[in-house]
């Protein structure tokens, strides 16, 4: 059985940082191109970034680029992704995905998981 899950939300401050982190169990991790999306209530989901397979090659949406890396370890089966200089506006649920290519619906992806929750508020 697959499971994806993520960990690492939590309140900051704008300026801040965070660190979130995605675990995947049940499928070959380093076979599926992994992707971090974003929601707030009553949107549809938002891709913020995503990685291919080796880890060679990333997007980044416009809202976040320069101020969020999505690195991954396929040893631990794990993704991650860096966020620096945090806006309000980045508050959101995040969720991480397992697909086959860097796709802009996370319906598009095989897998994700619940969600870890962002808030940046002073």
């Known amino acids: 059985q697959v499971q994806v899950a993520e960990s690492g939300g939590g309140l900051v401050q704008p300026g801040g940082s965070l660190n979130l982190s995605c675990t995947a169990s049940?499928?070959?991790?380093?076979?599926?191109?992994m992707g971090w999306f974003r929601q707030d209530p009553g949107k549809e989901h938002e891709r913020v970034s995503c990685i291919n397979r080796r880890g060679d090659n990333t997007y980044y949406a416009d809202s976040v680029k320069g101020r969020f890396t999505i690195p991954r370890d396929n040893a631990k089966s794990t993704l991650f992704l860096e966020m620096n200089r945090l806006k309000a506006e980045d508050t959101a649920m995040y969720y991480c995905a397992a697909g086959q290519a860097c796709r802009a619906r996370i319906s598009e992806y095989n897998y994700w998981g619940q969600g870890t929750q962002v808030t940046v508020s002073s």
């Open positions: 049940g499928l070959t991790f380093g076979a599926y191109t």
